[in-house]
């Protein structure tokens, strides 16, 4: 059973950081595409969001037009985790953040690494991110 741990959401005023972390379960860590995902508060129909995206060799990174120059996508194959660096927060980046996790070293288009989410396996409960103006 696989499974993806999220920490580190909290509460920060805008221009403030956080460091959110997603621990993998299992042995097979380096063979996964990670991804970030947010939904905002208020609206949970509304489709989740791409934040940011890493493949398995550690050299392809992916952001969203909204979070570049702030976030850093990174992993730590030897400790099983992801990470994702948050910069310069602004309110709008309020949400619950969830790390998902796409296993096999399998090479899929940019677009469904950057997408809605759907090509990944597996998904962690979130955390909640809060940024205050």
């Known amino acids: 059973q696989v499974q993806l741990v999220e920490s580190g959401g909290g509460l920060v005023s805008a221009g403030g950081s956080l460091r959110l972390s997603c621990v993998v379960s299992g042995r097979t860590f380096d063979s996964y595409t990670m991804g970030w995902f947010r939904q905002a508060p208020g609206n949970p129909g509304k489709e989740r969001e791409f934040v940011a995206a890493i493949r398995w060799n550690g050299e392809n990174t992916y952001y969203a037009d909204s979070v570049k120059g702030r976030f850093t996508i990174s992993r730590d194959n030897a400790k099983n985790t992801a990470y994702l660096q948050m910069n310069s927060l602004k309110p709008e980046d309020t949400a619950v953040y969830y790390c998902?996790?796409?296993?096999?070293?399998?090479?899929?288009?940019?677009?469904?690494?950057?997408?809605?989410?759907?090509?990944?396996?597996?998904w962690g409960q979130g955390t909640q991110v809060t940024v205050s103006s």
């Open positions: 998902a996790g796409l296993p096999g070293r399998i090479w899929v288009p940019e677009s469904a690494v950057t997408g809605t989410g759907t090509m990944y396996d597996y």
